[in-house]
T-cell receptor, first 117, second 114 residues
Framework: AQSVTQPDIHITVSEGASLELRCNYS??????LFWYVQSPGQGLQLLLKYFSGDTLVQGIKGFEAEFKRSQSSFNLRKPSVHWSDAAEYFC???????????????FGAGTRLAVHP | DTAVSQTPKYLVTQMGNDKSIKCEQN?????MYWYKQDSKKFLKIMFSYNNKELIINETVPNRFSPKSPDKAHLNLHINSLELGDSAVYFC?????????????FGPGTRLTVL
């Protein structure tokens, strides 16, 4: 079955520290992977996505993610966290719908990031 | 300009009522979606429409009926609201609805059923 697991429900880091948010997926075919961020009371904004090619992808706001097929992982990283990065982060895999042929996103449960000053 | 917009932003209603949420996208996309985010922040797809045609229906109760009058609009009507329908509902759109398409999300509608 298709699924996405984000093992960390809540992470707290100090401002300026590095960050890594974990994501593991289960999908039978080639995965198409996404990271979205949801700020409090806001909708979801795409940070980055992986379809093929270079396994290290760069996104907005200084984020990057690395696809590791052998580990079924797509972890999100940032070298230095800013207070404005406090938000909920969602990893997702693009999958075909039950009808076939069209995309649906399967989301992980999210990781809430808190940033200490 | 807002790419994907939803109205209303907040909706508070009584059990048993019927309500609608509207979604509009000005991105020229062919595919639109409804997702539900529950109280634990878990997001799950409900419906997807491509060119006004229903493509995905993820075992959602019949009380939920999406309607797409044109490619730019996908509305969600909910009959006989129940307490468990309380959630944040997100609309999204993508260019063609393929595997690799990026989905753009609206700001969400927070529905509270009392």
């Amino acid at each position: 079955a298709q699924s996405v697991t984000q093992p960390d429900i809540h992470i707290t880091v100090s401002e300026g520290a590095s960050l890594e948010l974990r994501c593991n997926y289960s999908y039978g075919a080639t995965p198409y992977l996404f990271w979205y961020v949801q700020s409090p009371g806001q909708g979801l904004q795409l940070l980055l996505k992986y379809f093929s090619g270079d396994t290290l992808v760069q996104g907005i706001k200084g984020f990057e993610a690395e696809f590791k097929r052998s580990q079924s992982s797509f972890n999100l990283r940032k070298p230095s966290v800013h207070w404005s990065d406090a938000a909920e982060y969602f990893c997702a895999v693009g999958a075909r719908g039950l009808s076939g042929g069209y995309n649906k996103l399967i989301f992980g449960a999210g990781t809430r990031l808190a940033v200490h000053p | 300009d807002t790419a994907v917009s939803q109205t209303p932003k907040y909706l508070v209603t009584q059990m048993g009522n019927d309500k609608s949420i509207k979604c509009e996208q000005n991105l020229g996309h062919d595919t639109m979606y409804w997702y539900k985010q529950d109280s634990k922040k878990f997001l799950k797809i409900m419906f997807s429409y491509n060119n006004k045609e229903l493509i995905i229906n993820e075992t959602v109760p019949n009380r939920f009926s999406p309607k797409s009058p044109d490619k730019a609009h996908l509305n969600l009507h909910i009959n006989s609201l129940e307490l468990g329908d309380s959630a944040v509902y997100f609309c999204a759109s993508s260019q063609e609805g393929g595997h690799t398409d990026t989905q753009y999300f609206g700001p969400g509608t927070r529905l509270t059923v009392l």
